[in-house]
């Protein structure tokens, strides 16, 4: 079982709508948590990165929210654009500074439709 | 497009050839990577090259094998690859080993047949 488990597996929603990604992690303890952005054909792009002291972080229309206590965090998509369909993955670094590790998730493929 | 280049961005290679795969990051970082990912599985590490010294290496076959160069290149050497192997490789640098912030290259698409 795969320590960061993210759902759903796959989404499609039309054009201007939100939706929400969710991130199951069991890793611990655990130093942050990152969101990326991939790109069909592309590697991914960090998104936001969070810390275990921070419960959200924002980046244009992009919300990331984490619980550590739930060892939950969530991705909020507001206003979808046709450019934000593209494969969402969860990361969570554990471990100490310059030794890190990182555990991925197997990523949410969304799609959005006009 | 990212600070980090992979070439060459599709591979088809039979399973006795011989290729190599290249990164090249712009971005003065002192770490690279390789990653593998396969369809519906989570990016799996591979190598870690931090000050241009192998720093990790997660169990790979030796049919793999790494070379970096200098801080701002890193190759992958095939050599008799299984079908299994077909996957797309990613690279990534950081600003250090395990840092915070990793770019990741746009990835060579390989296919063994």
């Known amino acids: 079982k795969n320590q960061v488990e993210q759902s759903p597996q796959s989404l499609i929603i039309l054009e201007g709508k939100n939706c929400t990604l969710q991130?199951?992690?069991?890793?611990?303890?655990?130093?942050?948590l990152r969101w990326y952005k991939q790109d069909t054909g592309r590697g991914p792009v960090s998104l936001t990165i969070m810390t275990f002291s921070e419960n959200t972080k924002s980046n244009g229309r992009y919300t990331a929210t984490l619980d550590a206590d739930t060892k939950q965090s969530s991705l909020h998509i507001t206003a979808s654009q046709l450019s934000d369909s593209a494969s969402y993955i969860c990361v969570v670094s554990l471990g100490d500074f310059g030794n890190e590790k990182l555990t991925f998730g197997t990523g949410t493929r969304l799609t959005i439709i006009p | 497009e990212t600070g980090v280049t992979q070439t060459p961005r599709h591979l088809v290679m039979g399973m006795t050839n011989k290729k190599s795969l290249k990164c090249e990051q712009h971005l003065g970082h002192n770490a690279m990577y390789w990653y593998k990912q396969s369809a519906k599985k989570p990016l799996e590490l591979m190598f870690v090259?931090?000050?241009?010294?192998?720093?990790e290496n997660n169990s790979v076959p030796s049919r793999f094998s790494p070379e970096c160069p200098n801080s701002s290149h890193l190759f992958l050497h095939l050599h008799t690859l299984q079908p299994e192997d077909s996957a797309l490789y990613l690279c990534a640098s950081s600003q250090r080993r395990g840092g915070l912030e990793q770019y990741f290259g746009p990835g060579t698409r390989l296919t063994v047949t």
């Open positions: 991130c199951n992690y069991t890793v611990s303890p655990f130093s942050n």
């Open positions: 090259y931090s000050l241009e010294e192998r720093v």
